[in-house]
Structure formats: C-alpha cells, structure tokens
C-alpha cells in the first residue's frame, strides 16, 4: 500500500508534539508549587494532551500494519482534558479558595479503564470496534466530547468572574488576568467543535489533519511558556465583611447592614485619600493598601467604588493617574520626562499600560495629547 506524504507529515508532526509535549509536560508537574505556582494540572493536562498524539498515530495505517499491538492505545482523553484545565484554572486563580472540584474527573478516569481493557483485546477485535462499532465512538468520542464543550464554557465563567475579581483588587493587573488561559480554553473548544463537524463527512475536503498537528505544536509551546512563568493570583480581599470570631454576631449584622447608607461618605473618604495622599503613584497598589489605609473593610471600599463610580478598583485608580499625567504632559517643569517616564511616574509599570490606559479614558494617547495642548 503506498503511504500518503501528508499522512507521513502528520505523522512527524504528532511525534515531534508527542515528545516535546511529554517533556514540557512533565517539568510542569515538578515546578509545581516552586514559587508560588501550581503547575500539576496543567503539567497533567499537557502530558494527556501529547500522550493523545501516540493514540493518532498508533491508529495510522503504516504505524498500524508495523506494530499492531499498538494499535489503538488508550489515550483518547477527550473526558479528562477540559476537566484538568479547569482545576488549574481555579488553583491559579483568586478563586482558589472554593472546594475543588475533583468529581469533575471521575467520567475522565473511567473513559479510561474502558479504552486499557479495549487496548488488551486482540489486533483484529480491536479494528472492528473502532472501525464499526458504534457504542465505542458514541461513549468514548462523541459524548467526551459534549462533556469537554460544557466543562470548557463553564471554565470560561470561572475565568470571568476570576477577571472581574482581579480588577476589583489589583491596580496592576498584567499576568494577572489569565486572558492566556481565556485564549487558549477558546482555542480547545473551536478545535473540539471543528473536527466534531468534520467527521461527520467533511473530513475529505482538504488535508485539515496536518494543518491541526502544526496548531497543535504551537498550542504545546504556548502553553507551557504561560505554564512556567504564570504564577498564582491571590485573593487579598477577606470572604465576609468581618471576621467570624467577632464577640457580637449582632453587632456584625447591624454593622454591615448600615454600610449601603453611608456610600456617599466612603466615597468621599476614598476620592480625598487619593486626591491627597496620591497612593495611585503606587504601581503596585491594592485595594487592601487602599483599605488599610482608609481603616476601611477592603469589601466596603470595593462596593463603594463599583456603585458610585460604576468602576472597578483597577479603572478607578488608573483615572486618577490619567489625571495626574495629563497634569505632567502640559507642565513645563516636566517636559524633561519622556513619555515613558511620565507613565512610570503616575504608577504604571509599562509604556504599554500607560498608553492604553490614557487612550481608554481620554480617546487619544499621551503623544497626540502633548501635540494637541502645545498647538
């Protein structure tokens, strides 16, 4: 039988990701919790994700026809790879101190015991399951499958509501957001989706195989560099408006109830501390900085700020560093700062930052604004 050279390719492909996702794979797994970075998950899931290549190419004619008892290795993980994305996710997350989920991978494991028994079977009866069996591509592709796309869009909450928090706490949000995480869980599903549809038919129409085996390379990198570098995010901001060894339950109640009544004065507590006292020059200023010091719950200067200024924490205190550079860019006595060094001063880390934070808040960036006060 001639072998097909795109079937050759993409055989070359999924062993170059087999091996170098294995070994990415498993240095995750040992960074984790090296520097406050909870990598096993993900470690796992790009170890299943690459040992998912072995099972494409085990199944290829030409591997097939060399090695039948390799054929069809158990290594169809579509039951268990969204679910470890999802519990790094909220491992790295602010919202890593909810219970686990862990009962999220129970279908994954037992997916699993099922494709070792099929994989101990003879050659032949092998190839007739796969090939023509209906119940094997039904439980172990189809409805996997489903599972992923429902697991994969409750992630993307997770990571919403992780966002939201993120900029409720943070002044500087960069590395902090997981929008890597968002790209990718996006990326999964429109892949899962894609060859879903295309197996139904479509399959035929052009060489999509390779093209998927080269995206999947770069996936593996993209992964593992984000994997590495990501550390954890931690929530800084307490569960409940106050402690719960507090002497007097009623109290407690009667306190946190008064706190919608009395916004209007947090507010203005909030907007002349920083007015004053210029904390927003603090690059790397949090809500609990804030808090502290207002002697303020953290949650109670958070809620202030979201309903009177109908802006999250991060926004908030940028507005006032727009301000304050605004301020910079048409003084004199300034005109030595570059535009780097006016952002640098105002509390941004980067030019990047400042640049879009200006342009959010007045529609144009710091460069056309300084062009436009000196005409």
Wanted: with cysteine; net charge positive; charged share 15%.
């Amino acid at each position: 039988m001639e072998n097909s050279p795109d079937l050759n390719f993409q055989v070359l492909l999924d062993s170059i990701g087999l091996i170098q996702g294995v070994t990415l794979g498993i240095l995750l797994i040992v960074l984790n919790r090296r520097r406050y970075r909870s990598s096993f998950f993900l470690g796992l899931f790009l170890l299943l994700y690459s040992l998912e290549l072995a099972l494409f190419i085990s199944i290829s004619p030409e591997i097939s026809e060399r090695f039948p008892k390799l054929y069809l290795l158990p290594f169809n993980f579509s039951w268990l790879l969204f679910p470890l994305f999802f519990l790094y996710t909220q491992q790295v997350s602010v919202l890593s101190s909810e219970k686990t989920k862990y009962w999220l991978l129970y279908p994954g494991i037992a997916s699993f015991i099922m494709q070792v028994v099929i994989f101990c079977l003879p050659y032949e009866t092998k190839q007739v399951i796969y090939l023509n069996n209906r119940w094997y591509d039904l439980f172990i592709w189809v409805l996997g499958s489903y599972y992923s796309w429902i697991i994969g869009i409750w992630n993307l909450r997770l990571l919403y509501r992780h966002r939201i928090e993120v900029k409720n706490t943070y002044s500087y949000v960069s590395f902090k957001e997981l929008q890597w995480a968002r790209i990718l869980l996006i990326y999964l599903l429109l892949v899962s989706v894609f060859t879903h549809v295309l197996s139904y038919g479509y399959a035929k129409l052009f060489h999509y195989k390779v093209y998927l085996a080269i995206i999947d390379l770069f996936a593996i990198y993209w992964l593992s560099y984000f994997g590495i570098v990501q550390r954890n995010i931690i929530s800084l901001q307490p569960n409940t408006m106050y402690p719960h060894n507090s002497p007097n339950v009623n109290e407690r109640k009667q306190s946190s109830a008064i706190v919608p009544n009395k916004l209007e004065e947090i507010m203005a507590k909030i907007d002349g501390h920083m007015s004053q006292f210029e904390s927003f020059i603090n690059p790397d200023l949090t809500i609990m900085d804030l808090a502290n010091d207002l002697k303020l719950h953290p949650k109670s200067v958070s809620t202030t700020i979201n309903t009177r200024s109908n802006q999250n924490f991060n926004s908030y205190v940028n507005q006032f560093r727009i301000e304050k550079a605004k301020t910079l860019l048409t003084d004199q006595y300034s005109s030595h700062f570059s535009i780097e060094g006016i952002g640098k001063e105002v509390g941004f880390h980067s030019k990047s930052a400042f640049y879009s934070a200006f342009k959010k808040v007045t529609g144009t960036t710091p460069t056309k604004y300084k062009e436009s006060i000196a005409v």
